[in-house]
């Protein structure tokens, strides 16, 4: 060091003493950049070892501070207040709590299991046994699927006279519903049965292929995959576009999109990325539609084109694309992704450290605006719209100038999600515009969770029109689940009567094949459990 500063003093002319100054000086911001750098390092091995190693839930510790300890954090708008009336103290063992259930309309197969007669004698005294009851357990059986050959006849009818007296004799043929594919041996059942077991099962083809064996049916992946695209250019993809007209027509959307790999992607190497988009209905809708739509990137102008002839607010993340929409839709912000960056911010600090730090508190704010909605869930929109004016806004105000105030380093975890919040708060507080909007995207995230299920077991689309097909069944089999229908009957009843439109005995347009259509048989929907669990956001699941 001595060397380095003697030669640096016979290179210059400058006073040593301000030179020594300058070199300090910057001795001191590379010691702080090193600092910050090494900060930062340090919070992306905590994250990555909490991801790896710690539970995945977002859920707060009990231990952790609580700012908001008011009476209303724990009351229900809807409810009245419950009279008092004086019990007498006493224990009861704590039961556990059983969710199976067996169906009360699954058929019944009794066995019976009675003693010989030879054997009906008292041990004791030799005397004849008489019946005094029964004992009952039951199980279930599960009857493996098996596969028939449907062989349709159709019998050609001439006439005998004609066929004598005339130079031209009428053939007359009975009717037979035309194939869903023709040429194949594919059934409207069994197209139905490989998109649900792919799309909703997240089983690719070449499972399949392999369980059709065991079956001893040879049928290779690349038949079923010329199935799925067929039947998805014929019949489900005018069904697809009458859906997103009627979805353009809502008021309030939803939006996200996931990567995916296309291989034989023109102009484009094996290992780039494309990109499914998802638009859906909000919760104000009576009948639910989600749809999917397969693009080559992921530049703005594809939910522009997607939306053109939509108007209203829609619930996206904080991708720059949606900002680029057109003025006649609004965007409205995620909550539930700024509180995730305060949580990352959280969970990597050591955990004395993290009851009354900055992250806790912005933790916390988010989760008293979560909290309000919870109690605004079963108001109506007007009267959900004035409980956010009076108890949210104040709220969400003082969260925000909470924020600004934060003073926290812009590459740390926390400095992260507080730019975050103040680079996208007039999109975060647009949810109280309007009482039909959500405090989060929520909605949409649990929507695209199939597709990035199946994107783990099937890795990757071949062709961009099997991507486009993939895109037509997520959204159709999606639909169909959230508006209570079976998959699987939903889509047989379609392939049946697709091909079939018009004719005696099926539907007579596209519109009776929508999933919110009367025409649609009673066995094709899901009977509905007994009691529905509350709405949980995105932290609050299993990840």
């Known amino acids: ?44 091995f905590r994250l990555s070892k909490h ?41 009861r063992k704590k039961s556990r709590l ?4 067996l169906p009360d309309d699954l058929p019944i197969e009794i066995i019976e299991h009675e003693l010989p007669k ?20 039951e199980e279930i059986k599960i009857i493996p699927a098996k596969a028939v050959i449907i062989r349709h006849v159709r019998y050609v009818y001439s006439c005998r006279k004609c066929e004598s007296t005339s130079d031209h004799v009428p053939i007359v043929k009975a009717d037979m519903p035309e194939p869903v594919i023709k040429g194949g041996f594919a059934s409207p059942d069994t197209i139905a049965h490989i998109a649900s077991q792919k799309f909703m099962m997240a089983s690719p083809l070449y499972r399949q292929e392999q369980e059709w064996k065991q079956n001893g049916i040879m049928l290779s992946r690349q038949t079923m995959s010329n ?32 990567a995916l790999q296309v291989l034989k992607e023109p102009g484009k190497t094996p290992h780039s990325k494309s990109y499914m988009w998802l638009f859906r209905t909000s919760g104000e809708a009576k009948h639910q539609i989600v749809l999917y739509e397969y693009q080559p990137d992921r530049k703005h102008i594809h939910p522009e084109k997607f939306l053109k002839d939509f108007s209203g607010y829609i619930h996206a993340d904080g991708y720059e694309g949606y900002h680029k929409l057109p003025g006649n839709i609004m965007v ?21 450290k993290q009851p009354g ?27 959900r719209h004035k409980e956010r004016e009076r108890q949210s806004k104040p709220l969400i105000n003082e969260f925000f100038n909470w924020m600004e105030q934060l003073n926290a380093l812009p590459n740390t975890l926390l400095g992260k999600a507080a730019y975050y919040a103040k680079s996208q708060r007039k999109y975060l507080e647009r949810y109280l515009l309007d009482g039909r909007l959500e405090i ?47 998959p699987f009957e939903y889509l047989s009843w379609i392939l049946t009567n697709a091909p079939n439109l018009g004719k005696s005995g099926y539907v007579t347009k596209i519109e009776d094949l929508l999933p919110d259509s009367d025409k649609i048989p009673s066995n094709v929907f899901v009977p509905k459990p007994k009691g529905t669990a509350p709405e949980k956001y995105a932290w609050e699941e299993d990840k």
């Open 227 to 258: 199935w799925l695209i067929k039947a998805s250019e014929d019949w489900l993809e005018p069904i697809y576009l009458a859906m997103k007209h009627r979805l353009c027509k809502h008021d309030v959307l939803h939006a996200d999109e996931s």
């Open 1 to 44: 060091m001595g060397g380095l500063w003697y030669n640096y003093l016979m290179k210059t002319k400058e006073n040593p003493a301000e030179n020594f100054i300058k070199i300090i000086k910057e001795l001191k911001k590379e010691n702080e950049q090193l600092k910050q750098q090494n900060q930062w390092l340090m919070e992306q």
């Open 51 to 91: 991801k790896k190693y710690c539970a995945s839930s977002e859920h707060n510790s009990v231990d952790q501070i609580c700012l908001f300890n008011e009476a209303e954090t724990t009351g229900v708008l809807t409810i009245p207040q419950p009279g008092f009336t004086e019990v007498k103290a006493y224990h």
């Open 98 to 101: 059983i969710t199976d259930k």
């Open 118 to 137: 030879t054997e009906r004698f008292c041990p004791e005294c030799s005397s004849e046994l008489h019946e005094m009851g029964k004992e009952t357990r």
């Open 332 to 352: 409205v912000g995620c909550l539930a992704h700024l509180r995730r960056k305060l949580f990352d911010a959280l969970k990597i600090l050591p955990k004395d």
């Open 440 to 486: 989060s995207n929520n909605r949409a995230e649990r929507s695209i969770k199939p597709f990035v299920i199946g994107r783990k077991n099937w890795l990757f689309s071949n062709t961009p029109n099997g991507a486009k097909a993939s895109a037509i069944y997520y959204s159709l089999i999606v639909t169909a689940i959230e508006n209570g229908l079976n």
């Open 357 to 383: 730090s900055n992250a806790a508190k912005g933790v916390e704010y988010c989760d008293k605006l979560f909290h309000l909605e919870k109690q605004f869930a079963s108001l109506s929109p007007e009267n």
